[in-house]
């Protein structure tokens, strides 16, 4: 790892390629604790699963949240879907904050945000035709005309290649094979035209062989559809598929973030370089996982490590510093930020 101290700094902000279009989703000081209870003693601490994260999200942005499981993604993407309670801080969306919509704006969220889940047989009612589950959401949200449901539900199958529709439409989810399924999914997901799909580990449960081809139908259809994209993984090796931006999160917060070529080419904090280090290799035509994690386990949530949430398992551990104080963003390189004080120029760091 290559370390300029002459250009660190606290992230201050500044222009990134996407400044011009709209911040769709923004996420402030975000707080989701779980309170623990321990019978007939009342409280018993609160697991932190997301603890202070901050993120914003242009109109037609796509971006990789990435971390070890245990690390927080899931239940920032459950609170961004709405399904968990805020803690602390706030999302809005279009400018609107979650926390102060009423029924009537919470339904029209809801349709501007797909979900597209991990495991698409269970994501799928068994007991509901193909044609079924994709007029579901256009009947929840008041498309009356049978005709016009049954426009929409073509039009999507055709988009996501789930050819011809009429051999399909009237078929159950275990007719079909998990890729299928899976277009199912994203077919749904597409089906209200959001504006943003929240894509939690989407390939993580499908063979090999059909990985690609997935990664590569969201990519065309945020594309087509200038569709914001959170992408779910612990995965590095898949986020040049179609992630503009990387966001690393270790233990609730957010340790490091920038464009996927900058942060993958050059990446800063400690342990993106342990998860980098464990990716089999990079270029996701050839590798689709993670051989090894890096050594050690992924701290408790309810009482995580004092300062720097990483310092139990970090090679650059400076004594007297990473235990005292949590890290800081800084700003190493323009518009990529880590939370590291290998990077505080007020601190003569060890050079990793
Ligand atoms: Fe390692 Fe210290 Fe940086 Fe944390 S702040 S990642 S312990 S060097």
């Known amino acids: 790892m290559t370390m300029d101290k002459t250009t660190a700094k606290k992230s201050a902000g500044g222009k990134s390629k996407m400044d011009g279009k709209e911040t769709l989703l923004s996420i402030q000081d975000l707080r989701v604790w779980f309170e623990l209870r321990r019978f007939g003693f009342g409280r018993a601490g609160h697991v932190r699963a997301v603890d202070g994260v901050n993120l914003d999200l242009k109109q037609g942005e796509a971006i990789a949240i990435v971390g070890e499981s245990g690390c927080g993604k899931s239940s920032l993407m459950k609170t961004i879907l709405g399904i968990n309670e805020i803690t602390e801080g706030k999302i809005t969306f279009e400018g609107r904050n979650l926390a102060d919509m009423s029924k009537s704006e919470l339904d029209w969220y809801r349709s501007q945000v797909g979900y597209v889940q991990q495991d698409p047989f269970g994501a799928l009612a068994p007991f509901m035709t193909i044609e079924r589950i994709l007029e579901e959401p256009l009947i929840i949200h008041g498309v009356k005309s049978k005709q016009e449901r049954m426009r929409r539900i073509l039009k999507v199958m055709e988009e996501v290649k789930l ?30 035209e959001p504006k943003l799909i929240v894509a ?99 701290p408790s949530l309810v009482n995580p490590p004092s300062g720097c949430r990483f310092h139990p398992r970090c090679p650059y551990f400076m004594e007297n510093v990473c235990e005292v104080e949590v890290p800081p963003e800084f700003e190493p390189e323009p518009q990529h930020f880590a939370a590291c004080f290998l990077f505080d120029p007020e601190i003569d760091a060890p050079a990793p």
């Not at 529709?165 to 749904?188: C, F, N, T, W």
């Not at 590569?216 to 995965?235: F, K, P, S």
């Open 163 to 192: 050819t011809p529709p009429e051999d399909l439409l009237d078929k159950y989810p275990h007719m079909i094979s998990g890729g299928q399924q899976q277009r199912v999914v994203i077919a749904r997901a597409m089906i209200l």
């Open 200 to 298: 939690d580990e989407p390939v993580s449960m499908l063979d090999a062989s059909v990985r690609v081809e997935i990664l590569r139908l969201l990519r065309g259809l945020q594309e087509t559809h200038n569709l914001a994209v959170i992408y779910i993984t612990h995965d590095l090796s898949t986020v040049r598929y179609f992630s503009e931006r990387i966001f690393v999160m270790y233990a609730g917060k957010l340790v490091e973030k920038a464009q996927v070529d900058e942060l993958l080419e050059s990446p800063k904090h400690p342990y993106t370089l342990a998860l980098l280090a464990a990716t089999s290799d990079p270029d996701a035509d050839n590798a689709l996982e993670i051989k090894e994690v890096p050594p050690g386990e992924p």
